[in-house]
């Protein structure tokens, strides 16, 4: 298998505060570093306003993650960020897809 990259965009409580996200940032993101992968940039936008109610939010803090991974590894990227509460909304898309 080869690696391939990725966009990640993650959407966190909004409760959490900056350093708050950037731990949960890291955190999952190390996931990537520890597999042999590789992240290119993290883009930290902050609380925005959701398009719609997700979970009886209104807002969120967004972030964007460009990075470069095995498929499998991306794979468990999603999964762990489902199963964290803290988490509202995940989207994985292959950058160099087709």
């Given at each position: 298998?080869?690696a391939?990259?990725y966009?990640l965009?993650?959407?966190a ?5 900056e350093r708050g ?13 520890k597999?042999?992968?590789s ?6 936008w902050?609380?925005r306003k959701?398009?719609?109610e ?5 807002e969120g803090?967004?972030?964007v993650?460009n ?5 499998d ?14 988490v509202?909304r995940?989207k994985?898309?292959?950058?160099d897809?087709?």
């Amino acid at each position: 298998m080869s690696a391939h990259k990725y966009e990640l965009m993650f959407i966190a409580d909004p409760e959490l505060d900056e350093r708050g996200l950037k731990k949960l940032t890291e955190q999952y993101l190390e996931l990537v570093t520890k597999e042999g992968g590789s992240v290119e940039n993290t883009d930290i936008w902050g609380r925005r306003k959701l398009a719609y109610e997700i979970a009886g939010k209104t807002e969120g803090n967004y972030v964007v993650v460009n990075y470069t991974a095995e498929p499998d590894t991306s794979a468990e990227l999603d999964r762990v960020l489902n199963l964290n509460e803290s988490v509202i909304r995940t989207k994985i898309l292959r950058k160099d897809a087709k």
